[in-house]
């Protein structure tokens, strides 16, 4: 694959990002866009279904909120999703080159998006009709997860819904192991080397905590939500809608 400033090629020479915990900073939020749509397969169509999603569960004068909202992508989905009607719409994320990039890039074309750099475990919600974690639980201590998701689902009005996207882990050894090899399949088919799959594997071993099906579904039933709703999966990335 031919250099351009904006592909990801963070962990294919030895640059400061080839070893160490994966962290968000300033090379990652550079190349963003391109590393998570040939990471994460069916990325670009979640990001349009969120709007659809968030078209049918807005309700007027309520919050839309995306926890972990990157470059803003998920974000202005909820807000083209919120259309006219007299929403607050908001992106949330810890990482301050991932949000300066969000606001720098979007503030022109979406002004009504309101952008706040703060952890997601003290973020606080309130009268929201479509909530967002679209790949941002998964990063979160296992431990801090189940407050989130109460927190979450206190916060929203009756009806409204929590959007999950989460890389999972596979119910046993052998579908793990299947998920696993067609994740790297895909990276491969993208242009990504063996050399940069293992050390981005490496790189997010304790950083990224996949969890099974079975265990998200028990989570989202205990901090409250009344039924959960797998939409969408391709191998090891899902996406629910849990209901309050
Ligand atoms: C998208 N939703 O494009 N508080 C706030 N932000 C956090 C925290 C935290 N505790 N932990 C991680 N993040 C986006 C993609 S990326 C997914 C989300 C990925 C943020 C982190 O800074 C990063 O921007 C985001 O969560 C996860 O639809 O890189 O696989």
């Keep these: 694959m031919s ?78 999703g919120a259309g006219e009607e007299d929403c607050t719409v908001v992106g949330v994320d810890n990482a301050p080159a991932m949000l300066e990039r969000a606001r720098d890039n979007l503030a022109s074309r979406h002004p009504a998006i309101e952008w706040v750099c703060a952890d997601v475990r003290d973020y606080p919600i309130s009268d929201a009709s479509v909530v967002v974690l679209n790949f941002t639980l998964q990063f979160l201590p296992r431990e801090d997860r189940l407050t989130l998701l109460s927190r979450i689902h206190d916060s929203l009005r009756p009806g409204g819904i929590l959007i999950l996207s989460e890389k999972i882990a596979g119910r046993d050894e052998a579908a793990d192991t299947l998920l696993t090899e067609m994740h790297h399949a895909f990276k491969r088919a993208n242009g990504y080397s063996e050399l940069e799959i293992s050390r981005k594997r490496t790189a997010l071993e304790n950083v990224l905590v996949p969890e099974t099906m079975p265990t998200h579904e028990q989570r989202l039933t205990s901090a409250g939500f009344s039924r959960v709703d797998l939409w969408f999966q391709c191998f090891n990335f899902v996406s629910m809608v849990a209901h309050k």
Excluded: H, W
């Excluded at 300033?26 to 590393?35: G, K, N, R, S, T």
């Design 3 to 80: 250099d351009k400033p904006d592909q990801d090629r963070l962990y294919a020479g030895d640059g400061q990002s080839a070893s160490g915990d994966f962290v968000f900073d300033e090379a990652v939020a550079a190349v963003f866009p391109d590393m998570i749509k040939r990471s994460v397969p069916g990325y670009p169509a979640i990001i349009n279904m969120i709007q659809l999603l968030a078209e049918r569960y807005v309700q007027p004068g309520s919050r839309l909120v995306d926890l972990g909202c990157s470059l803003g992508a998920s974000t202005v989905a909820l807000a083209l």
